[in-house]
């Protein structure tokens, strides 16, 4: 007979505890952080804009001469010259904002030249009125209204400073000796500083934008664009976002002081989705950019097809993010992002603390962005390189990824119906084909030791993942490697569910709001240490139940037994072990999979001392041990292959039946012998009486 007829309250306690985790996850709270209008993605039929050196179309300047006067006055003298030129000619003809010279494009192909100046945008700044602010439109989580592009069209400045829409082939660029002589700025009385929507084609060059309640530069549903040389600051929530566009390149920017990230490319076109490694091409190129002091330096959900190299992520509580964890964003699940050559390190900030005072209460004004304020509006771990929240064919090549406190690489998947999909085929259709391979961990570009407190953390779910030899500190302790080639996984496994303490803590996580100051308890990136840690808290709990149920256990049925008595303080070892593991999140492997160890060798002599009177308890205790033992194993030696659940997956319901197995033992009345009543094992059977022989006298 099978264990699991035997016992068929494991099997049902294991689909039991998998629904109730799924169950978990679709009662918290869904995170928006992008909302916008249903889009479609480009047909890809556009291709990336070239720089036109041709002189302007038209003119925006300001007319304090003087002071222009003074903005020039260190320029090259060629550079200032030039531009004494253009501003007698914008004198003359020009206009003196932005959004007056963009009304005024009339044609594909021409060009804007912005002369050294700050742009307040005055006629854009007042609040809707009229018809415009009674917009009939569905709210946000955040509390903006999700226009359409009709009514962006009629009420252009309801939420942007400058408006591009419908815009094809134009070409805006500052004319100073560097990004910060033309600023755009929007005062925080605006969602976006510069929003270009349906604009195909366009070109943006060497101007700053910069506090807005949402993002400064905005390219929505554009098909080919380019920022060059531009930089963003002090957003709520990004400094460049681009969503559902192609053809698209950044390059030379800089971004800092974002309460999301610097550089956004959500939902990228999804030109690469069911190939595998080897793409035809990308639908977005970043390089050369500087995403330092935000939240996080880049981020994208539905982050497809995008190319990112050779750029500089850090001082950032995390240095780059893609996931499929928000709803709403075409492309998804994320795919096909590729990392190489670029400098990932230190992303340490830790601004939570923020949220806690309730200086990310107070009006944007008032919070200090220009200050070193920033306001984190996800969830995120502090201190880590690279997450990836549910991705697939995702390539981190030739990085440098250093000085992290948590981790250089983090990798976690995300079940299908966060996004808004039920199907149960989709639920575990995340974090499959990642490859990290040949990038430098712990050091820095001149060779010099900058240790990550660990260089993997993965929660254990998806198939054809793989890293570089030789991690620096990971868990799990032994991960599947990548082959020379890409495709070529040694050591791989496959399983559809992550580790269970590694999934509660993900959810306890997730919790967060800056909106309502709202920091989940139990959660270390917001600063819950020792006891306080969820995982210390779960560790705990086992481990009181355990020591109570097993030393009772001992007392009432092992005492007698030295192999029993050994083997309990064997599990007493481990259990103090465990709960002294869980205190740290840089404990790796070693510690738990030790604990681990103690307690696969109590259980296994516990059920040896049992099996001479108690066989079926002895199976069952014997079965937890031997589980107990391949999850150590597991877990610090080698990811057991061809298994769809971690080991600890069956050990707790089998623990959990050990444990009411346990404790109805030990509270059992104990018969003579000291068994207990109805659980030894069946008396032998009298011998047959003596037979009769011819010497036997008869009784008669």
């Known amino acids: 007979m099978s264990w699991t007829r035997r016992f068929p309250a494991v099997p049902a306690a294991l689909l039991a505890a998998l629904l109730a985790l799924l169950s978990l996850f679709a009662a918290a ?263 330092h002091h935000n939240m996080v330096g880049y981020s994208g959900t539905a982050g497809d097809s995008v190319w990112v190299h050779d750029n500089e992520f850090d001082a950032n509580m995390g240095g780059a993010s893609m996931d499929s964890a928000f709803p709403g964003h075409p492309g998804l699940p994320q795919n096909h992002a590729k990392f190489e050559r670029n400098l990932i390190h230190d992303n340490n900030a830790d601004y939570y603390g923020y949220v806690a005072d309730g200086t990310c209460a107070k009006p944007p004004i008032e919070r200090g962005y220009e200050q070193g304020v920033v306001c984190p509006q996800i969830s995120m771990p502090p201190g880590t390189g690279i997450i990836t929240a549910g991705g697939n064919w995702n390539v981190y090549e030739n990085n440098w990824v250093y000085g992290h406190r ?100 993900l959810l306890v996580c997730a919790d967060y709001s800056v909106q309502a100051r709202k920091l989940p308890a139990g959660c270390d990136w917001y600063g819950a240490r020792g006891p306080e840690r969820v995982e210390t808290q779960i560790a705990l709990a086992v481990a009181a139940v355990l020591l109570l149920v097993g030393g009772v256990l001992w007392w009432r049925r092992l005492r007698g037994s030295r192999l029993g008595t050994t083997a309990s303080l064997l599990g007493l070892a481990g259990l103090a072990l465990d709960v002294a593991g869980s205190t740290t999140p840089l404990v790796g492997t070693a510690v738990p999979a030790l604990a681990l160890l103690l307690l696969g060798l109590w259980w296994t002599g516990v059920g040896l001392a049992l099996r001479p009177t108690r066989p079926w308890p002895a199976r069952l205790t014997l079965l937890l041990a031997a589980l107990t033992l391949l999850d150590a194993f597991d877990k610090a030696v080698l990811m057991i292959p061809w298994i769809p659940l971690s080991p600890a997956w069956v050990r707790t319901p089998v623990a959990v039946v050990w444990v009411l197995w346990a404790v109805v033992a030990s509270a059992r009345p104990t018969a003579a012998g000291g068994d207990p009543e109805g659980d030894r094992a069946p008396a032998p059977p009298p011998p047959p009486p003596a037979l009769h022989t011819a010497a036997t006298p008869d009784p008669a």
């Open 406 to 505: 948590r981790a250089g690489f983090f990798l976690s998947a995300v079940p299908a119906f966060i996004r808004g999909e039920e199907e149960w085929s989709k639920q575990t259709d995340t974090s499959h084909h990642n490859r990290y391979a040949a990038n430098v961990l712990g050091k820095d570009r001149s060779g010099a030791s900058r240790p990550n407190g660990m260089d993997v953390w993965w929660d254990g779910q998806g198939r054809g993942n793989c890293w570089q030899p030789g991690p620096d500190g990971s868990t799990p302790g032994t991960l599947p490697h990548c082959g020379d080639r890409r495709g070529e996984v040694s050591g791989a496994s496959w399983r559809l569910v992550g580790e269970p303490v590694k999934l509660a803590q």
């Open 29 to 291: 709270p869904a995170a928006r952080a992008h909302e916008e209008r249903p889009v479609t993605l480009p047909d890809g039929s556009g291709s990336v804009p070239r720089y036109r050196e041709a002189e302007p179309d038209l003119l925006v300047c300001k007319t304090d001469r003087p002071a222009f006067e003074r903005r020039i006055s260190a320029f090259p003298e060629e550079l200032r010259q030039r531009n004494l030129a253009l501003y007698e000619r914008c004198e003359k003809g020009g206009y003196r904002h932005l959004q007056e010279a963009v009304d005024a494009v009339d044609r594909p192909g021409m060009n804007i030249a912005i002369l050294p100046g700050l742009y307040e945008e005055e006629p854009s700044l007042p609040k809707p009125a009229g018809e415009c602010a009674a917009l009939k439109a569905p709210n946000s989580a955040l509390g903006y209204q999700i226009l359409s592009y009709e009514q962006q069209v009629r009420c252009r400045h309801n939420q942007n400073l400058v408006a591009i829409l419908g815009k094809t082939d134009l070409q805006i660029e500052g004319t100073g000796a560097s990004r910060q002589d033309v600023v755009i700025d929007a005062k925080y009385q605006k969602l976006n500083a510069i929003r270009a929507d349906q604009s195909n084609g366009i070109y943006f060059r060497n101007f700053t934008a910069q506090r807005t309640t949402f993002n400064s530069l905005y390219v929505l549903a554009g098909d080919g664009f380019v920022i060059d040389d531009v930089l963003t600051r002090w957003n709520d929530e990004y400094g460049f976002l681009t969503f559902a566009s192609d053809h698209g390149l950044y390059k030379n920017c800089e971004s800092y002081g974002n309460g999301d990230s610097g550089i956004y490319p959500g939902s990228a076109s999804n030109i690469n989705d069911g190939r595998g490694y080897e793409v035809p091409r990308y639908s977005i190129e970043i390089t050369g950019c500087h995403s």
